[in-house]
């Protein structure tokens, strides 16, 4: 079992930056990838980054280029910076954890993006 928690979602302008935090409740160093995904209101939940065990990243093509996850092995924590933030950016994200056959989540965050 992996419990994570997610935190640092909230309200900002657009333009403005959020950092997302996951932490989890065991090593991650040897998990196959860890993800942030984002779910709108009456929308599906939607692919944000990715990062491998290996270092591999992939992002949605609306976010490239404004947010960045990273991953800090010892402290068995994943980040999501999001800069420029855009109002289409508003939702639930959520952190995704996949060891070698299965796949947990967090409870989701909040964010808002005020115009």
């Known amino acids: 079992q992996v419990q994570l928690v997610e935190s640092g979602g909230g309200l900002v302008q657009v333009g403005g930056s959020l950092r997302l935090s996951c932490a989890a409740s065991r090593s991650i160093a040897s998990f196959n990838s860890m993800g942030w995904y984002r779910q709108a209101p009456g929308k599906q939940r939607d692919l944000v980054a990715v990062?491998?065990?290996?270092?591999?990243?992939n992002y949605a093509e609306s976010v490239k280029g404004r947010f960045t996850i990273s991953r800090d092995n010892a402290k068995n924590t994943v980040y999501l910076q999001m800069n420029s933030l855009k109002p289409e950016d508003t939702g639930v994200y959520y952190c995704?954890?996949?060891?070698?056959?299965?796949?947990?989540w967090g409870q989701g965050t909040q964010v808002t993006v005020s115009s």
């Open positions: 995704n954890a996949r060891p070698l056959f299965t796949s947990y």
């Open positions: 990062i491998t065990g290996g270092g591999s990243l």
